[in-house]
């Protein structure tokens, strides 16, 4: 099933370590014009993106986190309904960070989790070492975060939980590096 993709304002978070491979080299808004969300989040600067996969077979929650993502954060925004259509869009595209629901048909998400950090995947480098957050009516458990995750929101998506969220995973990259032998954060959410 091809992924259904929601166009946003583009942004980039200066001074993340978050980096998008797919920034643009041309740019027809200034990097000085910053906006700042909240007093816990990096400055907002409109000249590159932040590319956010969704991953969720409810296409109504999908699109309700994609709204608050693109409305609310200027992320660019792609969602896919199942774990195989994420590694084959993983394997192709570079993004920045994953909203992963658990429960899903095919591969769950702590699966397609565990098969986006395997050596032998098809999953492009770059996307092996993003953050990848849990989107679920689930509650926060141990085992998101023994698969690799990084983060937990729960569903319906809230405005706020999102934003806490957000910030809490931005702090905690730029805290660990990618090599780090660690995947699992030290603070979390639950």
């Known amino acids: 099933m091809p992924a259904i993709t929601c166009a ?3 942004v980039h978070l200066s001074g993340s370590p978050i980096t998008s491979p797919t920034t643009p080299t041309t740019s027809t808004t200034s990097d000085s014009t910053v906006t700042t969300v909240s007093s816990g989040m990096a400055a907002l600067s ?3 993106c932040i590319k956010t996969l969704i991953v969720d077979d409810n296409v109504i929650t999908a699109r309700l986190l994609s709204k608050i993502l693109s409305k609310e954060f200027g992320h660019d925004t792609t969602c896919t309904m199942s ?24 591969l769950s998400g702590i699966e397609t989790t565990i098969a ?3 050596k032998g995947s098809d999953v492009l480098e770059q996307n092996r070492h993003i953050p990848i957050i849990a989107y679920t009516t689930n509650p926060c458990e141990d085992r998101f975060f023994e698969a ?12 706020m939980t999102v934003r806490q969220e957000l910030e809490r995973v ?10 780090s032998s660690s995947s699992r954060p030290s603070s979390r959410p639950c």
């Open 116 to 118: 986006i950090h395997a």
């Open 46 to 48: 409109i000249s590159t």
């Open 83 to 106: 774990g195989k259509d994420a590694l084959l869009k993983l394997s192709r595209e570079t993004f920045d960070i994953i909203f992963m629901d658990i429960d899903m048909p095919e």
């Open 8 to 10: 946003s304002v583009n």
């Open 170 to 179: 931005y702090r905690e990259a730029r805290t660990t590096s990618p090599s």
């Open 148 to 159: 690799g995750m990084t983060g937990w929101v729960g569903k319906p998506a809230k405005q």
